[in-house]
C-alpha cells in the first residue's frame, strides 16, 4: 500500500534561516506528490504539487523536486519568515485518495 | 461559498451519543471527501462521494460511522454509539476532479467523546 513518512519535529528555526523538511515514499505505480501545510487555527492548504518525476513544484518560496530514484520529495525554503509557522504535510495519491504523512510542526522565531 | 464550510466547529459528545457533522462544499465541487485526523498525526481517508454517489467507504473504521450526500451537495457524516477512540478531528474537503487538482479542505470538526 501507499505511505509517507517525514521528517519528526518540531523543528525550530530563526527568521531568514534555512529549512528542509524530508520526505519519503512507499507506493504503487506513478503517484502524484504533494505538500499541504495547516496555519495555525486554519483548515489544510494546497502548499504545491508534482505530477511526474523531475518535476518541481514551487510557491510561497518553497521548492521540492519529485525524485523517482530515491523515493522522496524533500521541502525547502531557503529563507524562512516567522508567518511560515505551520504544520506541514507531505503526501501522495495515485487516484482520488490522499495518503499523508504524519506532519512537521515549523516554529520560526523572530 | 467561497470555502468549504463545516459545522459544526467543536462537538462534545456523551459517549453513546450520536453525531451530526456537516460539510458544504464549494459550489461545483464534484468530488467530497471526509477524512480523520487524530492528534498528532496526518489526516486518514474515510469516505469519497462523486456528486451523491459514494464511491469509496473503505476508510470508515465501523459500522457505526455513515456519510451521506443526497442532492451532490451538502454532505452528512454521522457516528452513531461514539467511542472515546472517535475523538478527533474530522475534515470535509472537495475538489472539482481527483486529487491531481488538489483538495480545498474545511477547517474541520473536533470531535470530543467523554
Known amino acids: 500500500g501507499n505511505s509517507v513518512t517525514q521528517m519528526e519535529g518540531p523543528v525550530t528555526l530563526s527568521e531568514e534561516a534555512f529549512l528542509t523538511i524530508n520526505c519519503t515514499y512507499t507506493a504503487t505505480g506513478y503517484p502524484s506528490l504533494f505538500w499541504y501545510v495547516q496555519y495555525p487555527g486554519e483548515g489544510l492548504q494546497l502548499l504545491l504539487k508534482a505530477t511526474k518525476a523531475d518535476d518541481k513544484g514551487s510557491n510561497k518560496g518553497f521548492e521540492a523536486t519529485y525524485r523517482k530514484e530515491t523515493t522522496s520529495f524533500h521541502l525547502e525554503k531557503g529563507s524562512v519568515q516567522v508567518s511560515d509557522s505551520a504544520v506541514y504535510f507531505c503526501a501522495l495519491s495515485n487516484d482520488y485518495k490522499l495518503s499523508f504523512g504524519a506532519g512537521t510542526t515549523v516554529t520560526v522565531r523572530a | 461559498g467561497a470555502g468549504v464550510s463545516q459545522s459544526p466547529r467543536y462537538k462534545v459528545a456523551k459517549r453513546g451519543q450520536d453525531v451530526a457533522l456537516r460539510c458544504d462544499p464549494i459550489s461545483g465541487h464534484v468530488s467530497l471527501f471526509w477524512y480523520q485526523q487524530a492528534l498528532g498525526q496526518g489526516p486518514e481517508f474515510l469516505t469519497y462521494?462523486?456528486?451523491?454517489?459514494?464511491?469509496?467507504k473503505s476508510g470508515l473504521p465501523s459500522d457505526r460511522f455513515f456519510a451521506e450526500r443526497p442532492e451532490g451537495s451538502v454532505s452528512t457524516l454521522k457516528i452513531q454509539r461514539t467511542q472515546q477512540e472517535d475523538s478527533a478531528v474530522y475534515l470535509c474537503?472537495?475538489?472539482?476532479?481527483?486529487?491531481?487538482?488538489?483538495?480545498?479542505f474545511g477547517s474541520g470538526t473536533r470531535l470530543t467523546v467523554v
Open positions: 474537503a472537495s475538489s472539482v476532479g481527483g486529487a491531481s487538482y488538489g483538495y480545498t
Open positions: 462521494f462523486q456528486n451523491e454517489a459514494q464511491l469509496d
